[in-house]
């Protein structure tokens, strides 16, 4: 039974991250398409400096 639950989690684990990852893309690509506020675009850096690694070292500039 252990063994199935870890199966399960590492699944889980496994959509989990391409999911965010096009998440995040399509995050930044709206607001650099609709344009940022200030709040808008705080946020964006932050998630760009927390995840772009992740991303080939994708920027905002």
């Given at each position: 039974?252990?063994?199935h639950?870890?199966?399960v989690l590492v699944g889980v684990v496994a959509a989990a991250v391409p999911?965010?990852?096009v998440g995040l893309i399509a995050f930044a690509?709206?607001?650099k398409t609709l344009g940022?506020?200030?709040v808008e675009r705080r946020l964006a850096s932050t998630l760009?400096?927390?995840y772009?690694?992740?991303l080939g070292g994708w920027s905002l500039r």
């Open positions: 039974m252990a063994h639950t870890s199966l999911g965010t990852l690509a709206t607001l940022f506020t200030p760009v400096e927390r772009g690694s992740m």
